[in-house]
């Protein structure tokens, strides 16, 4: 199953803009390494100022701090953008992942890619995640077909689901291109 990141990004003083062009940069690098990400922006209505108000929330900083660390404990990774370390949630959110064991990518870690990531392997990418939504189902379907069968054909189905799944985290390809690649090589021979 793909693994899943969040962002960690200061935005304090910064603009919508800057914000989003930050967090596209950051979602784009995590996607191309294959990471599925979690929102840990909320701007839906149910986060603006005035619905948190009215629901009596006094303190909406922490309110976000709270749901953000919330969609942390869905995630495998953290990603800090720049100047993390000058933001009071950034670093209690890079605390926690520390102390929780997730890994840490640090944005000036990251280099440029040769190229952005192309609709074509974003679509990839979620077809990856479908394909592993609808095994995991399948499987999940076939140990209850089975459930009153023997324990050989049980254990047989959940060796085989854990094969698929142990494959699908290896075949993991940093770029769409790769996996093309690969496949048109063995097309060949």
Same mark, same amino acid.
């Given at each position: 199953i793909r693994k899943k990141a969040m962002i960690s990004?200061?935005?304090?003083?910064l603009t919508d803009e800057e914000i989003e062009k930050t967090r596209n940069k950051a979602i784009k690098h995590l996607e191309r390494l294959g990471y599925k990400v979690v929102?840990?922006?909320?701007?839906?209505? &149910?986060?603006?100022?005035? !619905?948190m108000k009215d629901r009596g929330v006094e303190n909406i900083p922490l309110c976000f701090l709270?749901?953000?660390?919330?969609n942390m404990s869905l995630c495998d990774v953290a990603y800090f953008c720049d100047g993390w370390e000058d933001a009071r949630g950034c670093r209690i959110?890079?605390?926690?992942?520390?102390?929780?064991?997730?890994?840490?990518?640090?944005a000036e870690d990251v280099e440029e890619p040769e190229a952005p990531i192309t609709d074509e392997q974003k679509a990839f990418m979620d077809g990856m995640n479908h394909t592993e939504i609808v095994l995991d189902s399948?499987?999940?379907?076939?140990?209850?077909? &089975? !459930?009153?069968? !023997?324990?050989?054909?049980?254990?047989?189905?959940?060796i085989i689901k854990n094969g698929v799944n142990k494959w699908l985290k290896s075949a993991k390809f940093e770029r769409y291109t790769d996996f093309v690649?690969?496949?048109?090589?063995?097309?060949?021979e």
């Amino acid at each position: 199953i793909r693994k899943k990141a969040m962002i960690s990004q200061p935005m304090n003083g910064l603009t919508d803009e800057e914000i989003e062009k930050t967090r596209n940069k950051a979602i784009k690098h995590l996607e191309r390494l294959g990471y599925k990400v979690v929102n840990t922006l909320f701007t839906d209505d &149910w986060y603006s100022d005035s !619905s948190m108000k009215d629901r009596g929330v006094e303190n909406i900083p922490l309110c976000f701090l709270a749901k953000s660390l919330e969609n942390m404990s869905l995630c495998d990774v953290a990603y800090f953008c720049d100047g993390w370390e000058d933001a009071r949630g950034c670093r209690i959110e890079h605390d926690a992942a520390e102390e929780y064991g997730l890994d840490i990518i640090y944005a000036e870690d990251v280099e440029e890619p040769e190229a952005p990531i192309t609709d074509e392997q974003k679509a990839f990418m979620d077809g990856m995640n479908h394909t592993e939504i609808v095994l995991d189902s399948y499987f999940d379907m076939i140990l209850d077909a &089975w !459930s009153d069968c !023997s324990d050989e054909y049980q254990r047989s189905a959940k060796i085989i689901k854990n094969g698929v799944n142990k494959w699908l985290k290896s075949a993991k390809f940093e770029r769409y291109t790769d996996f093309v690649k690969e496949n048109e090589s063995k097309a060949n021979e």
